[in-house]
C-alpha cells in the first residue's frame, strides 16, 4: 500500500494565486521530508527539506519566502507556492524516509500549471 | 558534489529482449543506490535498493548490480513487456549533510510489442 499521500494532483490556477500541496507520511512518523520539482524530460532537483517542529533548509537558488514549507506533525508536511507565476508551473513531489539506509517513498505529485 | 549520469537516455526495445540500463556516480561515498520507475506524470515507484555494502540486488524479473568502487550501476530487466515502457531513475543517496538523494536524468524506456 501507499507509504506517502500526496494532495492535490493537479491543480490550475491564475497567476497571483498561492497554492498549497500537503504530504502525509502514512506508515510512520517523519521528522524529515524532502521536497522535490520537476521540469519536463528532466531530473528531480531537491527543493528543501522539511524538518518537524524546525525551520525547513532550502536549496541554493530556492526562495523561502516564494516556497514556504511547514512540517507541523510527524505526519504532514506542506509546501505553499505563494503569488504564483507561470514560470512555477511544474511537477512537484515530496519523499519520506526513515533515514540512514532505508529506501526513500514518494508521493504521486503535484502538477502545478498557472495560467 | 555527487553527480549522477544515466545512459543512454532514451532506448526502444522489442518486446522479449533484456534490458541494460546504466547509472554512474561521480563520488563513491554513497549510502546506497536506489532505482525507481516513473510513469507520465506520476510519482516515483521504488524498484530496488542496493546498500553500499552490497553487490546486487534481485526482484522477480529486475536485478540491480552495483560496483562502488567504480561509480557504476546497472538494472537489468529480463524478457522485456510492453509495460515496462516508463523512465527509470538511479538516485545514489548521500551520506552527508540531510542524507539527500542525488538523482540522474533517466532511462526513457518503450517496449514495442
Known amino acids: 500500500g501507499a507509504v506517502v499521500s500526496q494532495h492535490p494532483s493537479w491543480v490550475i490556477c491564475k497567476s497571483g494565486t498561492s497554492v498549497k500541496i500537503e504530504c502525509r507520511s502514512l506508515d510512520f512518523q517523519a521528522t524529515t521530508m524532502f521536497w522535490y520539482r520537476q521540469f519536463p524530460k528532466q531530473s528531480l532537483m531537491l527543493m528543501a527539506t522539511s524538518n518537524e517542529g524546525s525551520k525547513a533548509t532550502y536549496e541554493q537558488g530556492v526562495e523561502k519566502d516564494k516556497f514556504l514549507i511547514n512540517h507541523a506533525s510527524l505526519t504532514l508536511s506542506t509546501l505553499t507556492v505563494t503569488s504564483a507565476h507561470p514560470e512555477d508551473s511544474s511537477f512537484y513531489i515530496c519523499?519520506?524516509?526513515?533515514?540512514?539506509?532505508?529506501?526513500?517513498?514518494f508521493g504521486d505529485g503535484t502538477r502545478l500549471s498557472i495560467l | 558534489k555527487q553527480e549522477v549520469t544515466q545512459i543512454p537516455a532514451a532506448l526502444s526495445v522489442p518486446e522479449g529482449e533484456n534490458l541494460v540500463l546504466n547509472c554512474s556516480f561521480t563520488?563513491?561515498?554513497?549510502?546506497?543506490l536506489q532505482w525507481f520507475r516513473q510513469d507520465p506524470g506520476k510519482g516515483l515507484t521504488s524498484l530496488l535498493l542496493?546498500?553500499?555494502?552490497?553487490r546486487e540486488q534481485t526482484s522477480g524479473r529486475l536485478n540491480a548490480s552495483l560496483d562502488k568502487s567504480s561509480g557504476r550501476s546497472t538494472l537489468y530487466i529480463a524478457a522485456s513487456q510492453p509495460g515496462d515502457s516508463a523512465t527509470y531513475l538511479c538516485?545514489?543517496?548521500?551520506?552527508?549533510?540531510?542524507?539527500?538523494?542525488?538523482f540522474g536524468k533517466g532511462n526513457q524506456v518503450v517496449v514495442i510489442p
Open positions: 542496493i546498500q553500499s555494502s552490497q
Open positions: 563520488d563513491s561515498a554513497i549510502y546506497n
Open positions: 519523499s519520506v524516509g526513515r533515514g540512514g539506509n532505508q529506501p526513500q517513498h
Open positions: 538516485a545514489a543517496r548521500i551520506p552527508y549533510g540531510n542524507n539527500r538523494l542525488a
